[in-house]
């Protein structure tokens, strides 16, 4: 079955620096999605693109955060600044159709450390 | 605000019984509600999905059941082998959003 891959599996970064996680959904999917799961807490949505814009953002997605998929494979996700409280298990997802109308495919999450 | 609540947090069954994980709702639009599976290291997986036009869905040992009244949704497996040891996710949506809203997980532990 195809896969969403990402990279890296973990990254531990400083406090204040820039991390680009990245993301490749399966090849003829349309709508791409990052989710974080804080440790012990619920997976949470963060943003839905589709047709090259954001389609749908939570009230965690401010302005420390950004996406592009710059090369028609690759999705990214930006976080600016970082700061203690993004230290998650982010997740892409892709799918043919909206989510609610078919399945989503996950990636297996990078592990996000703010020191 | 937590749209879906998912209990318990951790369920330990022997090998053969059934597993049940619940779910309870807030928003009445709902009306999609899918169940994911996690194994270590690999990211949510689809198990199965309803919509509040049925009361049950099965597919195989795994059974949905769904109370609108209730708000609530449950998954049952049947006859749990070790192989399903994994966390367990529901999730709620609506149709034409783009977000789905996911529970705080289940981690299942079979025991042969």
Redesign the interface.
């Known amino acids: 079955e195809p896969e ?1 891959t ?1 990279t890296p599996s973990h990254q531990v970064t400083q406090m204040g620096q820039e991390v680009i996680l990245r993301c490749v959904p399966i090849s003829n999917h349309l ?1 791409f ?1 990052w ?1 974080r799961q804080i440790l ?6 963060l943003v ?1 693109f ?1 047709n090259n814009e954001i ?2 953002k ?1 009230e965690i997605f401010d302005d420390q955060f950004s996406v592009e998929r710059p090369d028609g494979s690759n999705f990214t996700l930006k976080i600016r600044s970082t700061k203690l409280e993004d230290s998650a298990m982010y ?1 892409c ?1 892709s799918s043919v159709r ?4 078919e ?7 990078t592990q996000l450390s703010v020191l | 605000q ?1 749209q ?1 609540k ?1 209990s318990p947090q951790s369920l330990i069954v022997q090998k053969g019984g059934i597993s049940i994980i619940n779910c309870a709702y807030e928003n009445t639009a709902f ?2 509600f ?1 169940w ?1 599976q996690q194994f270590p ?6 198990l199965i ?1 309803i919509r509040p036009d049925v009361s049950e869905k099965k597919e195989g040992r795994f059974t949905i059941s769904f109370n609108k009244s209730a708000k609530q949704f449950s998954l049952h497996i049947m006859d749990s082998q070790p192989g399903d040891s994994a966390t367990y ?1 529901c ?1 709620a ?13 289940t981690r299942l532990t079979v025991i042969p």
């Open positions: 969403v990402q709508y999605y989710y012990g807490q619920k997976v949470e949505f839905s589709y389609s749908e939570s997740f997802a909206l989510a609610t109308n399945k989503l495919f996950f990636g297996s999450g | 937590q879906v998912q009306d999609y899918p994911y290291g690999k990211g949510p997986a689809l999905a996710f999730a949506g609506l149709t034409g959003a783009n977000n789905l809203f996911f529970g705080t997980g």
